[in-house]
């Protein structure tokens, strides 16, 4: 991808580049020199204990949405999907023999993408089987999967439910046609309420729905609209996006094209103010706000997101398929972006790493804490109990300023963002940031 500079973190326009922190140090800082040293690591038993996660990439979907930013392909024949399913297969296999990660068993599954419900079932018969039997699921307590829901039927849900996936999340984005439309999404409206519909049928311990404030053509009224439509459905959880606008984006594309410097979407402000109304409406239907992009029903059994927490608090995560991001024992690596190398490497035998980076003490720190963060507060004994550093004490002027603008209070031995502040965390995560990683790209 070309190298630009991201926009400042003041800007209020929505301008190219990333607002989203799903991780740190940056993915810019991690490198292909330090590939043979993580090799290395895993041909050792873990070091420290932590929970273990699977991330499973599905690359495919049926359309490109005008504003997606990951790895996905588009009009693959039945044969290149499954080359790649047994590619992941492998995959699978070899980690499963690493010394780093022998013998464990994930607590928590996520199948993401891209398109996992593209899959047939049959495919996904074949995945299901091929993963368990490399990393048995007898100790998984959550298995997500991901959903366009034009692409679900009865059947497939079925085997869903059958197969044992906990959180079913469908990318419903917005309840009106011609915006789901004009972003290039593949399903309608109809769509939905049947996907939905049959899921809830169905009995799936979770349903998720994510939506994006910002789409392309989105006003007040239709916010309100798709919000209340969504209130109707009354998901265990939803989950707001901000739209931003990377710059690997058919949006970002056309506006290089036609020279201009700001997205034909929603201003920041604008943005958060739907997010704050939207999160306004579900707690005064019995809904909860779990971090700075869920909202998590009350009544009945608790609604849990285990792989967000436990990513969160430092678990290990195992990721696979193409440009799949991993977490073992401190250190973050990456497989490679390209189909190809991808599969390659794992026809070598090897597996198919592009860049990595083994954090400092400070920056696992520092990763925990912004990534806590995101969730709206974070306690100070955790921090001193897992690094021995308080955080009040270590991170003082940040926090200062930030009680300062009226974003965050401290209260005892928990810090919590108000929502002025936890509406706009990932501009602000920026500030904890080891001064070389500040506003730097994560592409
Ligand atoms: C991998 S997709 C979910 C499954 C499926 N591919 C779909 O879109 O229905 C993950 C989610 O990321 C969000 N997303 C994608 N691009 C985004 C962007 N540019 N800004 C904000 N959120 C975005 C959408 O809410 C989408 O549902
Ligand atoms: S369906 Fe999901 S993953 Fe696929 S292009 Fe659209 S947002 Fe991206």
């Not at 929970?51 to 392909?73: A, E, Q, S, W």
């Not at 059958?162 to 046609?177: D, H, I, N, Q, Y």
């Not at 929603?266 to 958060?272: E, F, G, H, N, Q």
Request: charged share 20%.
């Amino acid at each position: 991808m070309e190298a630009q500079s991201p926009q400042p973190a003041t800007a209020e326009a929505t301008a190219g580049g990333n607002y989203f922190v799903s991780n740190y140090p940056p993915f810019s800082f991690w490198t292909a020199e330090q590939v043979s040293e993580t090799r290395a690591q895993l041909a050792q038993p873990p070091v420290r204990e932590a929970p273990l996660g699977i991330y499973c990439h599905i690359p495919f979907c049926r359309k490109r949405c005008h504003f997606c930013y990951f790895k996905v392909y588009t009009g693959r024949n039945s044969a290149e999907i499954k080359a790649y399913l047994e590619t992941t297969l492998a995959e699978a296999r070899l980690y499963a023999t690493q010394p780093a990660l022998r013998g464990r068993k994930p607590e928590f599954i996520y199948f993401g993408g891209g398109t996992p419900s593209y899959l047939s079932v049959g495919q996904l018969e074949h995945l299901f089987a091929g993963l368990q039997d490399a990393f048995p699921w007898d100790a998984t307590e959550e298995v997500t999967f991901e959903c366009e829901p034009g692409t679900l039927n009865e059947r497939k849900l079925r085997f869903l439910k059958e197969a044992g996936v906990t959180r079913l999340s469908l990318g419903v984005e917005s309840f009106v046609g011609e915006i789901l439309e004009q972003n290039n999404r593949a399903h309608g409206v109809a769509d939905i309420d049947k996907a939905y519909g049959l899921a809830r049928e169905l009995g799936f311990p979770q349903i998720n729905i994510d939506l994006i404030a910002g789409m392309l053509g989105e006003t007040d009224e239709l916010w309100q609209h798709s919000v209340e439509r969504t209130l109707e459905l009354a998901p265990d959880s939803v989950t707001i996006y901000q739209m931003e606008i990377p710059f690997n984006t058919t949006i970002f594309r056309n506006m290089r094209e036609s020279g201009a410097p700001i997205a034909p979407v929603a201003d920041w402000p604008t943005k958060r103010r739907w997010v704050g109304e939207a999160f306004e409406r579900l707690e005064s239907a019995g809904y909860h706000i779990g971090s700075a992009y869920t909202a998590v029903r009350k009544a009945g059994a608790p609604t849990r997101f285990i792989y967000r927490d436990a990513l969160w608090t430092g678990a290990d995560l195992v990721g696979l398929g193409v440009a799949s991001f991993s977490h073992i024992g401190g250190t973050h690596f990456q497989n490679h972006g390209d189909v190809r190398a991808y599969s390659s490497a794992l026809a070598g035998g090897e597996l198919p790493l592009a860049r990595a980076l083994k954090m400092t003490d400070e920056e696992r720190l520092l990763r925990e804490l912004v990534l806590q963060l995101k969730r709206g507060q974070v306690e100070v004994q955790r921090f001193e109990q897992r690094f021995g550093v308080d955080i009040r004490t270590r991170f003082a002027e940040v926090f200062a300023g930030l009680v300062a603008e009226g974003l965050l209070e401290i209260d005892g031995g928990t810090i919590r963002l108000l929502r002025a502040g936890l509406l706009q965390v990932d501009f602000l995560l920026h500030r904890f940031f080891l001064p070389v990683h500040r506003n730097a790209p994560y592409v």
